[in-house]
């Protein structure tokens, strides 16, 4: 930090252009000065983060301010926000925890799991909120490599409501709502991923416990194949191809599996909503079914530089499934974070004929908030307000408290 009569250190843009946002942010919370900033000015600020962290230009260490500000005022914006606002923070929230350096992010994670679970449950919520949370605790889950059991629980129940019991014992149990179409692909999409990190557990069981315990999951995702939108149904036949290569099916069950997936290739177009999906359908089903039948491999390349070996290949479907939900997820951003994000290296380097688990390993299990954030290094000039009014109180969970409790 730069002392006084000390030569201020140069930063570069995209961290000049992120303090600003994130000083419209502090500023909202300024009860000092009274200052509010405007709902626009919010979600202006907030999706000039994300737009850095998606485009890779902010490697933000542990020992950076930027870290613990960025998740903190993403907590409030969630709570208090807009609805704007809370699709960008959570969208902020994963790709910080993605692109995080020098750290495991799972205390992160532990302050915003009771949250982010809870809120993907929320029935009132526009589908894009839904959608944001879902892809937030998805991300962050794979990240931190922890919570994923919990996280693919939270999701699988937007999957598959459980009926809503009534406090009175007079009433009868409801329904749960129905989840939308484009709620419910983005739910299976995400799980999906966080199945493609339980490898290593589920190969280390016998096939008779694996199918046993995966039959009802399994039993649900068959019945999506049968979905009017095609958006269900092509996420429903990836995560049924994973588990296909994880051997979580029994012999009944592929039989089926190989008649549906035939039919679903060869579909005409009065079948099933959403037409414009139809060629993707047919694609994606021709390619399962060639794996079922003939044992052919999906293949897919994604270019990371201009070099001849700066090629990323798949030829899995556990990979492949990673591949398109990473690259769905950073959009533009995703070749830059192919090339410099090394925890994007990490998670495709480890691989499952190794007998590795496909996430990102947390090899700083056991710390605390206080662990990871040295809170005493943060008093700094850039950060009046939460270094002279938070962090010399009570540390960096005081400002967690603004939105994560």
Same mark, same amino acid.
């Given at each position: 930090m730069a002392r006084s009569g000390s030569?201020?250190?140069?930063?570069? #843009?995209s961290f000049e252009r992120v303090d600003a946002c994130i000083r419209d942010l502090q500023d909202r919370h300024d009860y000092w000065h009274k200052i509010t900033r405007t709902p626009a000015t919010r979600e202006a600020a907030m999706a000039g983060i994300v737009g850095e962290l998606?485009?890779?230009?902010? /490697?933000?260490?542990?020992?950076? %301010?930027?870290?613990?500000?960025? $998740?903190?005022?993403?907590?409030?914006?969630?709570?208090?926000?807009? /609805?704007?606002?809370?699709?960008?923070?959570?969208?902020?929230?994963?790709?910080?925890?993605?692109t995080l350096r020098d750290g495991s992010p799972g205390p992160l994670l532990? =302050?915003? $799991?009771?949250?982010?679970?809870?809120?993907?449950?929320?029935?009132?919520? /526009? #589908?894009?909120?839904?959608?944001?949370?879902?892809?937030?605790?998805?991300?962050a889950s794979f990240t931190a490599a922890c919570h994923v059991e919990e996280a693919m629980k939270a999701i699988w129940h937007v999957m598959v409501r459980p009926p809503v019991r009534s406090r009175s014992a007079k009433l009868k149990t409801r329904e749960a709502p129905e989840t939308s179409p484009e709620v419910l692909a983005a739910a299976v999409s995400a799980w999906t991923f966080l199945l493609t990190t339980?490898?290593? +557990?589920?190969?280390?069981?016998?096939?008779?416990? &694996?199918?046993?315990?995966?039959?009802?999951?399994?039993?649900?995702? %068959? =019945?999506?194949?049968?979905?009017?939108?095609? &958006?269900?149904?092509?996420?429903?036949? =990836?995560?049924?191809?994973?588990?296909?290569?994880l051997n979580l099916l029994t012999n009944k069950d592929m039989d089926v599996l190989v008649a549906k997936v035939s039919d679903l290739a060869d579909e005409p177009a009065s079948k099933g909503a959403n037409n414009t999906l139809l060629r993707e359908q047919k694609e994606l089903f021709g390619r399962i079914a060639a794996f079922l039948q003939h044992d052919e491999p999906p293949e897919a390349s994604v270019r990371t530089s201009s070099g001849r070996h700066g090629v990323m290949k798949v030829s899995t479907w556990v990979r492949l499934a990673q591949l398109n939900f990473l690259s769905k997820l950073l959009g533009n951003g995703f070749l830059k974070h192919a090339q410099d994000n @090394?925890?994007? +290296?990490?998670? $495709? &380097?480890?691989?499952?004929?190794?007998?590795? #688990?496909?996430?990102?390993?947390?090899? =700083?299990?056991?710390?605390?908030?206080?662990?990871?954030? #040295?809170?005493?290094?943060?008093?700094?000039?850039?950060? @009046?307000?939460?270094?002279? +009014?938070? $962090?010399? &109180?009570?540390? /960096?969970?005081?400002?967690?408290?603004?939105?994560?409790?």
């Open positions: 030569k201020a250190e140069t930063k570069p #843009p998606q485009a890779g230009h902010l /490697p933000i260490s542990v020992l950076d %301010m930027r870290c613990l500000a960025i $998740f903190a005022f993403s907590g409030v914006s969630i709570q208090k926000g807009t /609805p704007k606002e809370a699709r960008l923070a959570y969208r902020a929230v994963g790709l910080l925890l993605l532990d =302050e915003a $799991f009771p949250a982010l679970s809870k809120a993907i449950q929320a029935d009132d919520a /526009p #589908p894009a909120t839904l959608i944001a949370a879902i892809d937030c605790l998805a991300t339980t490898t290593t +557990n589920t190969q280390q069981k016998k096939k008779a416990d &694996r199918t046993s315990s995966w039959s009802t999951s399994i039993a649900s995702l %068959m =019945e999506m194949l049968d979905a009017d939108d095609r &958006r269900v149904r092509i996420a429903a036949g =990836e995560a049924l191809a994973v588990c296909v290569e @090394p925890r994007l +290296n990490e998670a $495709f &380097r480890s691989g499952r004929v190794e007998g590795k #688990p496909l996430s990102i390993q947390d090899e =700083e299990s056991g710390m605390t908030i206080d662990d990871f954030f #040295p809170w005493h290094l943060y008093r700094d000039r850039d950060w @009046p307000w939460i270094s002279d +009014n938070i $962090f010399s &109180r009570q540390g /960096p969970q005081a400002l967690l408290q603004l939105g994560w409790h």
